[in-house]
Nanobody, 120 residues
């Protein structure tokens, strides 16, 4: 199946930083928004941050001021800089790309997930 390619997860101490990257294959076109979601132990998958083609950005309240999302539209690549990490940030992080085709047809593409563990 077509999926996004993501990397950058790992183990970090509280207060540390990680940078996640995600690239959409060239076969995926008409992307209007890219973002990051995460699934923490015992929780449903939740939105972390999104960025549109027009650079409209949304963050979850829990990460505002600590995480920064950015995008290279020419490369269909999205990044997530995570600073001041907390144990509650632990989880599997998934990259997402939203597409829209003619006639209002929409499709979402996902990465396979990268593990982020924040622990002392």
């Amino acid at each position: 199946q077509v999926h996004l390619v993501e990397f950058g997860g790992g183990l970090v101490q509280p207060g540390g930083s990680l940078r996640l990257s995600c690239a959409a294959p060239i076969a995926i076109s008409n992307i209007y928004v890219m973002g990051w979601y995460r699934q923490s132990p015992g929780k449903q998958r939740e939105l972390v941050a999104t960025i549109s083609n027009g650079d409209s950005i949304n963050y979850a309240d829990s990460v505002k001021g600590r995480f920064t999302i950015s995008r290279d539209n020419a490369k269909n690549t999205v990044y997530l800089q995570m600073n001041s990490l907390k144990p509650e940030d632990t989880g599997v992080y998934y990259c997402n790309a939203g597409t829209e085709y003619g006639g209002g047809h929409r499709a979402d593409y996902w990465g396979q997930g990268t593990q982020v563990t924040v622990s002392s």
